[in-house]
């Protein structure tokens, strides 16, 4: 749960800083007659030309996220600061109460991550964006919206992995240009519905570990690991997205703070990616810059380094308070500062912050679209859609609620009557949240089915005092479920964990059912990240294993449907779980993803130790059946032909690979089919080559019975090979094309090695 002073500080700023909900007049205000209101002229132009207007005080009055309002020209404040990554969620712009006391809480990230549905993805993006404007047209939410976090969940003791979707880059782009489309793009193409926020950029994914936190952590990053792994979500957010702004990062990249570094923010973002938008700093990153990494020592110089890099607004008052002196001394120049603002300015245009009201069909949405039958419908989806069948022995699982007539089930374990804790972070004012307990005496309401529940132990407190009656109650019990897992004082924002095993308390319990259970033990695991689950998947006392990360609002209800078979569960994990003892193998401040003598390599792709379970793992109630539909299993193609197009290659396609899936058991459900390709195990342009690595994933719903046809298209970016220097080259070798574990094509690239990019 949520620390108490967070929260009430939290609501304290939210109080002070929440929107008043006005808007420009562009009708009769002062600002009418200028071209700020005229929608005729291009938005860049429109913008620059309100900032000549300024004065330069109150200039620096808009540089920061609370900007204040400039009553001369008719400038409302603005709260640049809202968030919604899962959801509207608590934050300075937002405010809950009156016609909106809650919105739709979806389940976190990681657990839209094991969907493998980015359609699912953008139609939950559309609601949020529409629960966004409508908070925002009655003052109570922003335009701009501080989400998705997109770093690459590189190491499992993160503590804000549970915000991404999981640790592979292409699965993070592809659910990141789901997300940004859905949460900025709407009925109305003429304007954003609301602007999104790529963050955090770049290679932050360490929040305090072993004495350093995140305000002084350098993550030293090859040009290698920064191309293949920690960049490409971020390309994807900012050129094909085309996402409105990103946040520069805390920490630093080989020495150099993200927000001021001009490398990253201006050569990459903005000249390689096209970046159409502005930077904002992570809140208090300005000043980390001098305080924390000693970049620089003086005030004027932070200002000067911070808005030379790219970094136009910044989250925090630093800008606010140093900016004067930074022009004073004459580190900066004005046309610095209207740069910035430009930038900005423009996003409010294209968010129609200065247009007519009655002319945008955003403006129009209201408490009426808030936690709609849609959402409520949507947010149960995404939980079941998101559960991992991780173990189902002898099909312990589903439960038969027929032969459950008079009999009784035991919900035990930290985690069996959560509720906030289903939200993860970043979470909002939910309009309810129906955990494991409610669910499961709601769903056999009338079966004459008794549930009861026992707490048994707390997350990680040592305390067995609640032992006795959880014991007593299984011994009693025809079927008993364990529930487990790690809450936001062991993950979070600020916090990485130091041990990956499942809390000592947790399995000492776990160990004392096995004794007593009439039937095999049931375990159910709610956490954002992963833990070291190797006894409950070796132990024959249980039957199932479940993970179900913090799936929002519905969690319990997706989960009673789940393991009473109302829903056979189709997610897969997007994570490796790795055994406890990696965290001793490598220290969280490697930032390289291969392996070395000190380090086992990470994630799928790398990692040469023997996972508890697989990126890509997931059970189901039924089987299915994978057919190759092509005209060969193998094909010979040369480098020369490939780099007569080799303009982008993500847009180079070599196949249209067609596989036939069948659900060949006796239940319907959805399989999440993936298609990785397994590079020549050799060393090509001087380093070792990923074990494999996904280029297409596909959800499909099948009948018992049913085939349907799966598409994968296959790019060139997929057989390219990065080297040491980043540059990415096409290697001649086998390439295979696997499909679930089944190899079924070959790709025989012949020629001498080429230079793409």
């Not at 390709?677 to 099948?702: D, Y």
Request: net charge negative; charged share 20%.
């Amino acid at each position: 749960m949520m620390n108490i002073r967070w929260f009430l500080f939290c609501n304290f700023v939210i109080f002070i800083h929440a929107q008043t909900g006005s808007f420009p007049d562009c009708k009769s205000g002062p600002l009418s007659t200028f071209p700020i209101c005229d929608q005729n002229l291009p938005s860049r132009q429109r913008a620059s030309d309100l900032i000549k207007r300024m004065t330069t005080a109150e200039k620096i009055t808009q540089l920061v996220t609370t900007a204040a309002a400039i009553p001369r020209l008719g400038l409302p404040k603005f709260e640049w600061w809202s968030e919604a990554l899962h959801g509207v969620a608590y934050s300075p712009g937002v405010s809950f109460g009156g016609d909106l006391p809650a919105a739709s809480s979806f389940p976190m990230p990681i657990n839209l991550g094991a969907t493998f549905n980015m359609s699912l993805v953008h139609h939950i993006a559309g609601i949020i964006s529409t629960e966004a404007r409508a908070f925002n047209n009655e003052g109570r939410a922003g335009l701009v919206f501080f989400t998705p976090n997109i770093n690459i969940f590189r190491d499992p003791r993160w503590g804000r992995g549970q915000e991404t979707p999981g640790e592979d880059p292409f699965l993070t782009s592809q659910y990141v240009y789901a997300l940004i489309n859905g949460l900025q793009r709407g009925e109305d193409e003429r304007y954003l519905k609301i602007a999104a926020d790529c963050k955090h950029y770049a290679a932050y994914d360490l929040e305090n570990w072993n004495g350093t936190d995140r305000f002084h952590f350098d993550a030293r990053v090859s040009d290698l690991d920064l191309i293949e792994t920690y960049m490409p979500p971020f390309e994807t957010c900012i050129r094909d997205a085309k996402v409105a702004s990103i946040m520069c990062s805390y920490n630093a990249v080989n020495g150099v703070p993200s927000c001021g570094n001009q490398f990253i923010l201006e050569t990459i973002a903005r000249e390689s990616y096209h970046l159409d938008g502005f930077v904002v700093s992570d809140c208090g990153a300005v000043a980390t810059i001098m305080d924390g990494h000693h970049y620089t020592s003086t005030v004027e110089d932070t200002v000067a380094v911070a808005l030379h890099a790219g970094t136009d607004l910044n989250c925090g008052d630093f800008y606010l308070k140093h900016t004067q002196e930074a022009l004073d001394k004459k580190t900066i120049v004005e046309a610095d500062i209207d740069q910035a603002l430009e930038r900005t300015f423009n996003v409010l245009v294209r968010l129609g912050y200065f247009d007519p009201p009655e002319q945008q069909p955003y403006r129009k949405l209201s408490h009426d679209d808030v936690d709609t039958i849609e959402s409520r419908q949507l947010s149960l989806q995404a939980a079941q859609e998101s559960i991992v069948l991780l173990k189902n022995t002898n099909k312990a699982l589903p439960l038969d609620m027929n032969q459950l007539k008079n009999k009784k089930i035991a919900l035990i374990g930290p985690t069996a009557n959560a509720t906030e804790l289903m939200q993860g972070n970043y979470y909002g004012k939910a309009p309810f949240l129906t955990g494991p307990v409610t669910a499961f005496q709601g769903i056999t309401f009338g079966h004459s089915i008794n549930v009861s529940y026992a707490y048994g132990c707390k997350i990680a407190d040592g305390d067995q005092s609640g032992f006795s009656a959880a014991i007593e109650l299984a011994k009693s019990s025809d079927i008993v479920i364990f529930f487990g897992g790690i809450d936001q004082s062991i993950e979070s924002e600020g916090h990485d964990r130091t041990s990956i095993a499942l809390p000592d308390v947790q399995l000492l319990l776990i160990q004392e059912l096995e004794k007593v259970v009439r039937s095999p033990l049931h375990v159910v695991i709610m956490s954002g990240s992963g833990l070291d689950l190797s006894y409950v998947r070796d132990s024959s006392q249980c039957g199932s294993l479940i993970w179900m990360g913090y799936a929002g609002q519905s969690g319990g209800l997706a989960l009673a449907n789940v393991m009473f078979g109302d829903y056979n569960p189709g997610g897969r994990l997007p994570i490796t779980i790795y055994p406890a003892s990696y965290v001793d193998a490598v220290s969280m401040f490697d930032m390289q993803m291969r392996p070395s003598p000190t380090n086992p390599g990470r994630t799928y792709k790398f990692y040469t130790g023997q996972a508890v379970y697989e990126f890509g793992h997931g059970l189901s109630y039924t089987t299915f059946q994978y057919t190759w539909y092509n005209d060969t299993t193998e094909s010979r193609m040369s480098i020369k032909s490939l780099m007569t197009n080799n303009y982008n290659e993500n847009k180079v396609q070599i196949h249209l690979y067609r596989v036939n899936v069948t659900n060949t058991g006796s239940v319907a459900g959805d399989d999440a089919v993936l298609g990785f390709v397994v590079p020549p195990q050799r060393s090509l342009n001087g380093q070792t080559p990923p074990l494999k690595k996904l280029f297409g994933f596909e959800r499909v719903h099948l009948n018992v019975g049913e085939t349907k046809q799966i598409f994968f298209p296959f790019n060139a970016q997929s057989l390219l090979t990065i080297a040491h220097d980043g540059s990415k080259w096409l290697e001649p070798g086998a390439y295979q094309i696997v499909i679930g574990k089944q190899s079924m094509h070959t790709i025989h690239l012949y020629g001498k090695p080429a230079r793409w990019s």
